[in-house]
């Protein structure tokens, strides 16, 4: 069975860091792409991150230059760094997966950037 589960949130003032975390079981991690995605409050949930299965990465504009997405395959885990921090970067941090012809998401963890 295919379990995300995401870890690392928190509270945090802008300029901060905060590395999220998300731990895959029940497929073979390190031959499928990961993603974060983020939502917000009253928006959609929207990309933030992507990494291939070899290591290549994409990043929304948004998060370019701040955030930085990485894979421990021996961990089966994918982790977000997010530096510089800023107020409209708080939303729920959702990892996912598309294995076996179908998409899994994690839990979510809330991620909150102060003022």
């Known amino acids: 069975q295919v379990q995300l589960v995401e870890s690392g949130g928190g509270l945090v003032q802008a300029g901060g860091s905060l590395r999220l975390s998300c731990a895959a079981s029940?497929?073979?991690?390190?031959?499928?792409?990961m993603a974060w995605f983020r939502q917000a409050p009253g928006k959609q949930r929207e990309l933030v991150a992507s990494?291939?299965?070899?290591?290549?990465?994409n990043y929304a504009d948004s998060v370019k230059g701040r955030f930085t997405i990485s894979r421990d395959n021996a961990k089966s885990t994918v982790y977000l760094q997010m530096n510089s921090l800023k107020p409209e970067d708080t939303a729920v941090y959702y990892c996912?997966?598309?294995?076996?012809?179908?998409?899994?998401w994690g839990q979510g963890t809330q991620v909150t950037v102060s003022s």
């Open positions: 990494i291939t299965d070899l290591g290549a990465t």
């Open positions: 996912r997966v598309i294995t076996r012809g179908r998409l899994y």
């Open positions: 029940g497929f073979t991690f390190s031959s499928y792409p």
